[in-house]
T-cell receptor, first 109, second 111 residues
């Protein structure tokens, strides 16, 4: 089977930087994805890492270390609209997509 | 493309009734996923299809749940008979490469 661990909640202030960590255990690992979900909405794709290293997309960056089975999502210059739940997800053998429990980010003024 | 379309958006039904949730994936996407989301269990993968063929249904809770994909543009998730513990938001997602696109979900309430 597979398991993913991420913190349940994170709080930060507007303009700050926050890092959301994700550790995973799975077989046949292909890559790690991150999704954002606002309350009442559907998950939306943020990033995908198949190789070790940092991928940057605007204010958001995602990092992967395959040897450590670890990744993180880095959010910079936090805005109030970034308050949402963030999910890491592993893409593994057979192209199955399995999600972690999610991290609820609260951005305060 | 209008994105992944799910219907109905909301469903309230009585315990014991049959419930059918519907999904139209994005054209050209070869993977389709069904997820269930609750506060307690998070986003659970129920079943997924590749080119209309079920690949893994190990997440389906029990025999009351069944899913079909008769063609590339339509899938259903059926619960028969429904129980109050089935109350959740059910999402359908489709994918071609690395990015999965989710529908708006069906909020199911079983009373």
């Amino acid at each position: 089977g597979q398991s993913l661990e991420q913190p349940s909640e994170v709080t930060a202030v507007e303009g700050a930087i926050v890092q959301i960590n994700c550790t995973y255990q799975t077989s046949g690992f292909y890559g790690l994805s991150w999704y954002q979900q606002h309350d009442g909405g559907a998950p939306t794709f943020l990033s995908y890492n198949a190789l070790d290293g940092l991928e940057e997309t605007g204010r958001f960056s995602s990092f992967l270390s395959r040897s450590d089975s670890y990744g993180y999502l880095l959010l910079q210059e936090l805005q109030m609209k970034d308050s949402a739940s963030y999910f890491c997800a592993v893409n593994n053998a057979g192209n199955m997509l399995t999600f972690g429990g999610g991290t609820r980010l609260m951005v305060k003024p | 493309d209008a994105g992944v379309i799910q219907s109905p958006r909301h469903e309230v039904t009585e315990m014991g009734q049959e419930v059918t949730l519907r999904c139209k994936p994005i054209s050209g996407h070869d993977y389709l996923f069904w997820y269930r989301q609750t506060m307690m269990r998070g986003l659970e993968l129920l079943i997924y299809f590749n080119n209309n063929v079920p690949i893994d249904d190990s997440g389906m809770p029990e025999d009351r749940f069944s899913a079909k994909m008769p063609n590339a543009s339509f899938s259903t998730l059926k619960i028969q008979p429904s129980e109050p513990r089935d109350s959740a938001v059910y999402f359908c997602a489709s994918r071609h490469n690395t990015e999965a696109f989710f529908g708006q979900g069906t909020r199911l309430t079983v009373v």
